[in-house]
């Protein structure tokens, strides 16, 4: 999510370059925002105490409209703040909440709703988390407000690195936090099943909840667990695997999947969450509740050159679709008509 937000304000940046903006941010000077036309205002001190920093920010800034792209709004807010819109990526802590840390469900579960009651907007990247939303929260007029804004692919203007040493082309890739939600399990299960498969190499740092996973995917002498990579040696990885493997069970957009899309790598991707939305047929699709199912489909996607070239080609076409720009150009559309608002929008029993 992280990831999103940086890349959604710089595109907004560069699609509003002739507007005013401030743009609030912690710990560190963002990377990449130094020739940015706008007022960057760090919140260390405030940091530790950001709820009750949040609502004074808004009301002393004077701004015409506020965007949180990472996590919802506060659930409390000034009648001097500006209209809000938020960023909603997923809706896994009500979807699957067993997969989700219970700090994450806790928190989400007390701001989300107060900030889809509050916002002027609310921005989601699929059809199918605009499908969650409106399921899990059917508010009086929320459903006009929730706007879709795809996201872009990563690694744009990115250099390729080396490889990782000892690593050969022709691999089996996985790309995601070693956490429940993406099947590590499953896929490890599945993998152990292919007659003389290729290494399985997984770029991802260690998440919550793996539990014994970690150990059992270091136990089998063909995975190779990279940990975080940086972006050349994820690019890298991406144009020397034979296929992605990513039977995520849920997942609110799917960026690994739109960034092998974008370097002809073809993907194994679950049927669940916006997975099967975003490939539109360009990726081969399984139950990723199914190890049989994850295992048959990785032995055709191995074993077969012609379909693996096929969905290269649709991959290609399809990630041409996302830009950070078209992105940037959807985000700044909906921040405008939240301005147009005006500091007195409300719905419900908030106020803005």
């Known amino acids: 999510m992280s990831t999103v937000a940086l890349e959604l304000t710089r595109a907004m940046l560069a699609a509003g370059a002739s507007d005013g903006w401030t743009v609030?941010?912690?710990e560190k000077r963002l990377p990449g925002f130094d020739a940015a036309r706008a007022v960057l205002s760090p919140s260390r001190q405030e940091l530790a105490n950001k709820l009750s920093w949040l609502p004074r920010v808004e009301a002393e800034a004077r701004l015409d409209a506020i965007l949180y792209?990472?996590?919802?709004s506060p659930p409390w807010r000034s009648r001097r703040a500006p209209p809000a819109a938020v960023f909603v990526h997923d809706l896994a802590f009500r979807v699957r909440p067993a997969e989700v840390p219970w700090q994450q469900r806790l928190y989400m579960g007390r701001l989300l709703p107060r900030a889809l009651e509050t916002a002027a907007a609310v921005i989601v990247p699929s059809a199918a988390t605009r499908r969650d939303l409106l399921a899990?929260?059917?508010?009086?007029?929320?459903?006009?407000?929730?706007?879709?804004?795809?996201?872009?692919?990563g690694l744009e203007g990115v250099e390729p690195g080396a490889l990782p040493a000892g690593l050969s082309p022709g691999f089996l890739l996985a790309v995601g936090t070693v956490e429940p939600r993406k099947n590590y399990r499953r896929l490890l299960a599945a993998y152990r099943q292919l007659p003389d498969p290729p290494p399985l190499v997984i770029a991802g740092k260690a998440g919550w909840a793996f539990g014994d996973t970690l150990e059992l995917l270091r136990s089998e002498p063909r995975v190779r667990l990279l940990g975080h990579v940086d972006?050349?040696?994820l690019l890298a990885l991406y144009r020397s695997a034979a296929a992605l493997a990513f039977p995520s069970l849920y997942e609110g957009f799917g960026l690994p999947l739109l960034e092998a899309m974008a370097q002809g790598l073809p993907a194994l991707v679950g049927d669940a969450g916006a997975l099967p939305e975003l490939a539109a047929g360009a990726a081969l699709a399984v139950d990723p509740l199914s190890e049989e199912a994850i295992a048959a489909g990785l032995a055709r996607l191995l074993g077969d050159s012609a379909l693996r070239a096929e969905l290269a080609a649709k991959g290609r076409q399809r990630a041409r679709r996302f830009t950070w720009a078209a992105a940037g150009k959807q985000a700044l559309r909906v921040l405008r008509s939240v301005a147009a608002a005006g500091p007195g929008y409300h719905v419900g029993s908030g106020h803005v």
């Open 69 to 72: 792209p990472y996590w919802p």
């Open 24 to 26: 609030f941010f912690s």
């Open 231 to 233: 972006d050349p040696t």
């Open 136 to 153: 899990h929260y059917p508010l009086a007029g929320l459903e006009e407000r929730v706007h879709l804004v795809p996201e872009g692919p």
